[in-house]
Structure formats: C-alpha cells, structure tokens
C-alpha cells in the first residue's frame, strides 16, 4: 500500500491511498491537486472517502465523483454532504483492493465525524479528530465524546500511524508545551517540530507511541481535564 500526501487550501492535507490497482482520494478539500498528484504517478481515483462534513474536506468530492470514482462518507452527515453513494457507520467495512479499513464512528468535531482504520497494516485516518499533539475543536460534540475518541486511539498499538488532516503541529506543541511544562517528550518534540516547519517539511503521518508521549488532549484523565485544554487551546495565542 501506497500513501501519497497531497498538501491541499491552507493547512489541510488530503492523502491518496493506492492499493492493489485501485485508488482512493481522501479528504480531497479541492480536487485540482488531488488528481494531479494521482495522474502523475499514472492513478485513477476510483473512490472517494471522506471524515465530515467540514468543506476543507469534502470541496473536491464532487469534480472528482464527476469523473468516475464513487464517494463514501458517514451516514449521519449524508444530509450534509452531497452525492454520497455509500453511507458509513461505526463497524462497517471498506475495501481497497484486498485492504479493509474498519469504520470509526468518532463524534465531537462534528456530529457524524468517522475515522477509517487498518487494522491489519496498522494505520488509522483520523481526520479532524486526532492531531498530531492536538484535537479537533469540539464544533458538534462534548468534551466527554472527544475523551472517549482519545481512549480509544491511545488503546491502538504503539506503532499504529496517525493520518490526519491538517497540519497543525507546530500551534498544536507550542500549546502542548505550555500545558505540560515538564513534559521533556514535549520539549524535545517542539524542537523537532520547529526544526521541521522551517525546512518545510511535514510532520504528518504521527504514531500512536509518540501521542502517547507529547500529546495533552490523548493524556487528559478524564474528559474536564480534556475541556480544560481544548478551552485553553481555543484562547491560545502561541
Ligand atoms: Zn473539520
Ligand atoms: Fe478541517
């Protein structure tokens, strides 16, 4: 399996999964770059998947439904997103090629938000929910769903990777660093991150080992110590 990052608007990334002749577009927030960066590698989008409703996401879904491929999304935000032709929800299954991803149901973010997990290959697609050292802001949810969500990624195996749809790091460490001030992971992780940005270089794809270590949201105890950071979070000018 192949996993293309394709860097899409300001900050987000939609990512290209190719698989046994097959490809599928996610998250595509405009179609333009997503289809040249499949072309180029000699690709046709044959699906289309998609996290939430959220236009950052789901912008270039349908130009690229428009030449052919066929879109999954979550079936409590199909109201919301248009031309969807598969509706997906917690424990449903997509295939590409002979891979299956496992459908998360992961609210908080928005109502609907849904997570697309390999399980066998170790990889989770988390869209705006798990960032590297961060969280989505809570649009549609509580601070108790999001909590529950961060249980559950922090249970995935140590070297599970974290695909998600922003990049958000560097804003996401410098905030990490202020609410755990002796967190030494943290430390070490801005620099790294710091280091990263300047040189212009992605921090994404994550691993669950290192959210672990560096990220407050996935470490909160219970769900008010995770409110207490995204409101914390929210007002952070870092
Ligand atoms: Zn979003
Ligand atoms: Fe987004």
Redesign the pocket.
């Known amino acids: 399996m192949e996993i293309v990052r394709v860097p899409v608007l300001s900050d987000n990334y939609a990512w290209l999964i190719h698989h046994g002749g097959e490809t599928v577009a996610l998250d595509p927030g405009e179609a333009a770059p997503v289809v040249a960066a499949a072309a180029a590698r000699g690709w046709t989008i044959g699906q289309v998947w998609l996290t939430?409703w959220?236009p950052?996401?789901v912008g270039g879904a349908g130009e690229i439904r428009a030449q052919g491929a066929r879109v999954a999304g979550p079936a409590a935000e199909a109201a919301r997103i248009e031309g969807l032709h598969t509706l997906l929800s917690e424990g449903d299954d997509i295939a590409i090629g002979d891979a299956r991803a496992t459908i998360w149901s992961v609210p908080g973010?928005?109502a609907g938000h849904i997570a697309f997990h390999f399980a066998d290959r170790a990889l989770i697609f988390t869209g705006?929910t798990l960032f590297a050292m961060g969280c989505?802001r809570l649009f549609e949810g509580t601070a108790a769903q999001m909590h529950a969500n961060m249980r559950r990624f922090a249970a995935l195996p140590e070297d599970t990777r974290v695909y998600c749809?922003h990049e958000y790091t560097l804003s996401n460490a410098r905030f990490a660093a202020v609410a755990e001030p002796d967190n030494t992971a943290i430390a070490a992780r801005l620099a790294d991150v710091t280091a990263m940005r300047e040189q212009g270089e992605p921090t994404i794809p994550t691993t669950i080992a290192l959210e672990r270590a560096t990220n407050p949201f996935l470490r909160s105890v219970d769900p008010d110590e995770l409110a207490r950071h995204r409101a914390a979070k929210d007002a952070f000018k870092g």
């Open positions: 939430h959220h950052d996401h973010h928005t705006d989505g749809g």
